[in-house]
């Protein structure tokens, strides 16, 4: 009886679109994603919490003051 009932289990696991289920997860919660890369590289870290080297050069720094985006982060 246990024996099936953990059959019947497996059975309904091994039959979920796991690859379907985190896409639609990634795409319900899209927004919140982009805006914590967008902090995360706005604090001039990488994805592993590193700082982004070499600092910004100071062309990039003009540009992206002319853009009004932060510009100092990586200094």
């Not at 919660?29 to 590289?41: G, M, Y």
């Amino acid at each position: 009886m246990v024996a099936k009932a953990f059959i019947g289990l497996l059975d309904g696991l091994t039959s979920l679109d796991i690859a379907a289920m985190v896409k639609a997860s990634v795409e319900a919660h899209k927004a919140e994603i982009e805006d914590l890369n967008t902090d995360q590289l706005n604090a001039g870290l990488s994805a592993n919490g590193q700082r982004i080297t070499p600092p910004y050069v100071p062309f990039t720094v003009a540009v992206k003051q002319a853009k009004n985006q932060p510009s100092d982060a990586l200094h």
